[in-house]
């Protein structure tokens, strides 16, 4: 992951992408549906673990996101640097706006793809899968 370390309301984008949906701005409803279609196919790849095909789909996903005005000049910087240094997929997470981008790597381009987040302004975060999963724990008073 990357944190490009610009502050930004998730609600203000969310609020403007629904806004351009209300209006009909044309081509919106194709692009949140293409999106929806890449959404299926990344989890499908993700549970077949086909890095090739989920870094492929973030690629293709980050595009619509930066097309319906999500992105950011930080993001996209990040995000095209990481996929030079051999990220297999980039893309922006959470709400858009500034914030944080993640990339899918090898452990081969983990250390180049962490360097170019930083050369490009950003502060490189190493996340890993987590086999446990969510869990809930219940505290009582």
């Known amino acids: 992951m990357g944190n490009t370390g610009i502050q930004r309301s998730t609600g203000r984008f969310v609020s403007m992408v629904g806004k351009k949906k209300t209006k009909k701005v044309e081509g919106i409803s194709q692009l949140m549906g293409v999106m929806s279609w890449i ?80 050369e490009n302004g950003g502060q490189p975060m190493i996340v890993r899968k987590n086999n446990a999963g969510v869990k809930v724990w219940i505290i009582k008073n």
């Open 39 to 118: 959404s299926n196919l990344a989890l499908k790849a993700f549970k077949e673990m086909d890095i090739v095909t989920l870094g492929a789909l973030m690629n293709m996903n980050h595009e619509l996101l930066r097309i319906i005005g999500v992105s950011n000049e930080s993001l996209d910087r990040l995000v095209e640097a990481t996929r030079k240094a051999g990220a297999l997929g980039s893309k922006l997470t959470g709400g858009g706006g500034g914030g944080c981008m993640i990339s899918l790597t090898t452990l081969s381009k983990r250390a180049a793809v962490c360097k170019a987040i930083e």
